[in-house]
């Protein structure tokens, strides 16, 4: 289709437990981001992916974030033992090959931690 | 990557226009202007982008100036559908898949008042 998917919309998660977000990327598309927002306005960047291989990690705090994008299936990002501060918007975008044109985002994932 | 500034917020009156400053005196020769926003409860959305000539397309027009050290994107008519917070971001030509991370500031936030 010609939309980022990203389920589910909402997720609330107890102080110290997983949680995992899905998103399935425009189809043809190789690039995968993931951002992360946390006040009104401010994104940060997570991690890429360039079909199922990560590219650039950089932002991703190592210890209890991961991300997948495997063949055939929705990427994932997945928050062990999530804390409060994880509280936050995480969107999704995907992008052809240097398609200056622009991301297409999905609408996010909101979690709350509790 | 280059930096780029905006208002906080601006306020425009229904049915007219709208001209929405960025200032970006770091940009490189590489750079492509690129424009978002992100209306209440969505994810980004792209609007327009440029590299040194104005350019208009169906939401919105760009008025990059002679030294490309600040653009203005234009909308002709605010609607109040228009109402969202609106990103200028530079992104480099030449970079690979992976440097297409887009690096987001605070954008301005649009009021439109009917």
């Known amino acids: 289709g010609e939309e980022v998917a990203q389920t589910p919309k909402h997720l609330v998660r107890g102080e110290g437990q997983k949680a995992k977000l899905y998103c399935a990327p425009i189809k043809g598309h190789s690039y995968v981001f993931w951002y992360q927002q946390v006040l009104k306005n401010e994104f940060k960047f997570l991690i890429s992916f360039q079909n199922e291989n990560v590219f650039d990690e950089t932002g991703m705090p190592k210890e209890r974030f991961s991300a997948k994008c495997l063949p055939n299936s929705p990427c994932s990002l997945e928050i062990q033992a999530t804390k409060l501060e994880d509280s936050a918007v995480y969107f999704c975008?995907?992008?052809?090959?240097?398609?200056?044109?622009?991301?297409?985002f999905g609408s996010g994932t909101r979690l709350t931690v509790v | 990557d280059a930096k780029t500034t905006q208002p906080n917020s601006m306020e425009s009156n229904e049915e007219e226009p709208v001209h929405l400053p960025c200032n970006h005196s770091?940009?490189?020769?590489?750079?492509?202007i690129h424009w978002y926003r992100q209306l209440p409860s969505q994810g980004p959305e792209y609007v327009i982008h440029?590299?040194?000539s104005n350019v208009n397309n169906r939401m919105a027009s760009l008025a990059i100036a002679e030294d490309r050290k600040s653009s203005t994107l234009i909308l002709h008519r605010a609607t109040l559908r228009d109402a969202a917070v609106y990103y200028c971001?530079?992104?480099?030509?030449?970079?690979?898949?992976?440097?297409?991370?887009?690096?987001f500031g605070t954008g301005t936030k649009l009021q439109v008042i009917p």
């Open positions: 770091t940009i490189s020769g590489t750079d492509y």
């Open positions: 975008a995907s992008s052809q090959l240097r398609q200056f044109y622009g991301y297409t």
């Open positions: 971001i530079l992104r480099d030509m030449e970079a690979t898949g992976g440097y297409q991370k887009v690096t």
């Open positions: 440029g590299l040194t």
